[in-house]
């Protein structure tokens, strides 16, 4: 079927403006025969299988076992994994606690203490010998560097090098992970600041935030105030000497 210029009058009015418009029709390859062939082909989808407890639900080729009680490890908020394969958790409300496979058989016979110096840690990041944790330590919350001067396997000192002021527990600094550059790249949601001045060298520069009409908020009040940065990424070395914002208009990221 033939594409009418939408520029032409109707009726055939001015013709000549008409007559060396060239006639425009379908291309052969928008057709529905071209368009289905070039479909993806269908993928199928394994069937769930359930375990034989009935708590997860896996498709074919995936398993979930346990691997530690939880009359062992308590109520946890994260996990990591050091350089030695050791898994590293955190308790809520409570300590870091450490994970051994002493049989290497997948399963973890022997967990203990790791440090009691800090608690709920909302991020992990062993790096070197030390462990680097958002959590609540003995200066309040904020990025803590831990380390085992005596080489005992047991974290004795903290370090406070970056503080938070959390008005929303659960929408303060959360996920950290160690980046290309080898800075420390630290996540925070909406209801948490740092009590520092970001580097005059970060890359997110002049926050602005303007409204041509009244701006419309939660009707339930949540975040009703928060302006920007609101959820952020910042970077900092090991010693959280320079604090960059990296990215910013977030709500709450984790990871």
Do not use: W
């Amino acid at each position: 079927k033939e594409i009418r210029n939408p520029f032409l009058q109707k009726n055939g009015e001015d013709k000549a403006a008409g007559e060396n418009t060239p006639e425009l029709r379908p291309s052969s390859e928008t057709t529905p025969q071209r368009l289905s062939m070039a479909r993806t082909p269908s993928i199928e989808i394994p069937e769930a299988t359930n375990l034989s407890d009935g708590r997860f639900s896996t498709v074919r080729g995936f398993s979930v076992e346990e691997v530690m009680a939880g009359s062992q490890t308590g109520s946890l908020i994260t996990a990591t994994f050091n350089e030695f394969g050791q898994l590293i958790v955190a308790r809520e409300n409570g300590p870091l606690m450490i994970c051994t496979d002493s049989e290497q058989d997948g399963k973890f016979e022997e967990i203990r203490e790791y440090s009691n110096l800090v608690t709920n840690c909302q991020g992990l990041l062993p790096l070197s010998g030390m462990l680097f944790v958002i959590s609540d330590g003995p200066e309040g919350c904020g990025l803590y560097r831990l380390e085992d001067p005596a080489r005992r396997g047991v974290m004795t000192k903290a370090k406070l090098l970056v503080s938070f002021d959390v008005t929303a527990q659960e929408h303060g600094p959360h996920g950290i992970t160690l980046g290309p550059d080898g800075r420390l790249y630290v996540v925070c949601g909406n209801h948490g600041t740092i009590n520092r001045k970001f580097s005059k060298l970060s890359p997110r520069q002049n926050l602005y935030e303007g409204d041509l009409i009244p701006r419309y908020e939660d009707p339930a009040g949540h975040a009703n105030g928060v302006k920007l940065p609101a959820g952020f990424v910042f970077r900092t070395d090991t010693q959280g000497k320079d604090v960059e914002l990296f990215a910013s208009g977030m709500r709450n990221v984790y990871d």
